[in-house]
């Protein structure tokens, strides 16, 4: 009942939605544990007959974190492209992609200097940058990138329509925004709206509300031995709801769906 109190107050006053999660985030950015580079809820294919991702042994305890960031950027081809993750985090995901999916540039930008300096002292990986910058006021140029990535990611934003309009602005005229996030499922319409209002045609979407919560069952253990090996005190209650472990309200609140998990391919028009 609390989150979802705070969800609706985030909602109705879009200032104190930045301003609480830019002061959790920055507490949890301060964090220096190389093994913690992912922060997404995970993602998990339900059909038996889908083709396992095949990942080196060095990224097998990020598998779930992994297969969410594969399952939205995977959805077009980034081979020789220019791509960008706005809210980039731990670093983790953007590390996946320019290893992986051959991108010629791979810049994470964050809000935190916190996490850059973090990611670009963990993840020393060829053809990939982290910098500085705010989502709703993007630090490049017009029309100077291929492919944006956005990861579980916008739902802290204070508006959602300041941060459309930046991808929007960078993206070059045939340009792909890959992006998932969850919403209360009776924001979903509004979201959809505001997607297309911004100047994006809906390419595909899929609700993978049932993918995240089985990748958030299976991934419980882990991430619970990671809340019990680095956070102490009153705070290890607070970061087994952030993470969605089991019996938390976060991961109930998907399983009934009050959270809907979305994901869209989006080309700019």
């Known amino acids: 009942m609390l989150l979802r109190l705070i969800v ?9 939605r930045r301003w609480a999660w830019k002061r959790w985030y920055q507490h949890i950015a301060g964090y220096t544990v190389d093994s913690w580079s992912f922060m997404n809820y995970g993602y998990e294919p339900l059909a038996s007959a889908t083709e396992r991702l095949e990942l080196q042994e060095v990224d097998e305890d990020d598998r779930f974190c992994i297969q969410l960031y594969h399952e939205v950027a995977s959805a077009v081809d980034l081979a020789g492209m220019n791509v960008l993750e706005v809210g980039s985090g731990r670093g983790g995901g953007a590390s996946y992609v320019a290893r992986y999916l051959a991108p010629a540039a791979m810049t994470g930008v964050d809000f935190s200097a916190k996490a850059v300096a973090f990611c670009r002292s963990r993840h020393n990986v060829p053809r990939l940058n982290f910098v500085v910058g705010d989502a709703e006021s993007l630090p490049f140029e017009d029309e100077t990138m291929d492919v944006v990535v956005n990861v579980e990611s916008s739902h802290c934003y204070g508006s959602m329509p300041a941060f459309l309009q930046q991808v929007h602005r960078v993206l070059t005229a045939d340009g792909h925004f890959l992006f998932t996030d969850f919403r209360a499922a009776e924001e979903i319409a509004l979201l959809e709206d505001q997607l297309q209002s911004a100047g994006f045609i809906i390419a595909e979407q899929d609700n993978i509300t049932a993918n ?3 990748a958030m069952t299976l991934d419980n253990e882990r991430k619970q031995e990671l809340i019990r090996n680095h956070i102490s005190g009153w705070l290890s209650k607070t970061f087994q709801q952030f993470a969605g472990v089991e019996d938390s309200e ?9 959270f809907v998990y979305k994901r869209y391919v989006l080309r700019k028009s």
Do not use: C, I, N, Y
């Open 250 to 258: 976060v991961l109930q609140s998907f399983r009934d769906r009050v």
């Open 8 to 16: 609706k107050t985030s909602e109705l006053f879009p200032a104190f």
């Open 212 to 214: 995240v919560v089985e």
